[in-house]
């Protein structure tokens, strides 16, 4: 693929992230009056701003919508390309004060996730790319780490998972973990080399993961289901079972080591 087949795209989410710090500069992370969704997931004023902002600069005529903060607009289905968004990734951690949150944006073009950004105001970190340009962090060049060995290689883990104690059997791994919010924040860390790899097993939303996603595959990292398949967007059902995301090097080493974590389908 050319470069400029994404460049306007890239344009369009770079602006989006300029447009969204002016809504973050309304709020102080730590003191964020928050409302609770069903499911016990927290939503702030804060993400709803964010979410008609990212729409505003995005969305063009003939493109579909998915976004956390958005009606599920089905006619997204049969639009080759869709906007996927979380306005507001690691919520939680907003509400919280702790600087582990994000816009995520990605552009999914049948079915696969094409170009990405990440933007975290708190350390002031960008990530945004596309597949035919590569990616770059906070404006300089950056590919995904070239780490050909589990032994030593960093793993952010969620923050939340490992509070549930659902990384207690990966103790003993060769690889160190790091909890951390955000798993858009995490994907990007990945696919700018600053960490080896992430993965959870646990459900996610499309929404979660698909602008890390397009960055890690564009930065040229590995993205795969649990199930060892790649990763497909805008489904009917955008909840999927957990990711895996890597530099190049350790895909099967992972995928092997894994493999025995990984409970059957039910």
């Given at each position: ?26 709020f102080t ?38 976004s956390e ?18 306005p507001l ?178």
């Amino acid at each position: 693929m050319q470069t400029s087949h994404y460049s306007d795209v890239v344009a369009r989410i770079q602006s989006a992230i300029e447009a969204s710090k002016t809504v973050f500069s309304r709020f102080t992370p730590g003191e964020i009056a928050a409302e609770y969704k069903a499911g016990h997931d927290p939503v702030t004023e804060a993400d709803r701003e964010l979410d008609e902002v990212l729409r505003k600069n995005l969305l063009r005529d003939g493109e579909g919508w998915l976004s956390e903060e958005s009606a599920d607009d089905k006619s997204r289905l049969f639009k080759s390309r869709v906007w996927v968004v979380d306005p507001l990734d690691g919520t939680r951690e907003f509400v919280a004060g702790i600087p582990e949150f994000c816009v995520s944006v990605a552009m999914v073009e049948r079915g696969k996730p094409v170009a990405g950004g990440i933007y975290n105001p708190a350390t002031n970190e960008t990530f945004v790319g596309s597949i035919a340009s590569g990616i770059t962090y906070n404006g300089e060049p950056a590919h995904a780490s070239q780490r050909n060995s589990l032994d030593g290689a960093l793993v952010l883990a969620s923050r939340s998972e490992t509070k549930r104690g659902e990384w207690k059997e990966f103790e003993s791994a060769p690889f160190k973990i790091q909890p951390m919010g955000s798993v858009a924040y995490k994907l990007a860390r990945v696919a700018a080399g600053l960490a080896d790899i992430t993965f959870t097993l646990v459900p996610k939303h499309e929404w979660d993961i698909a602008g890390g996603a397009a960055l890690v595959l564009s930065s040229g990292g590995r993205v795969r289901t649990k199930w060892k398949a790649e990763l497909a967007c805008n489904r009917q059902n955008p909840k999927l079972g957990g990711l895996i995301a890597c530099g190049p090097l350790l895909e099967d080493q992972l995928m092997n080591y894994l493999a025995p974590h990984i409970k059957p389908v039910e």
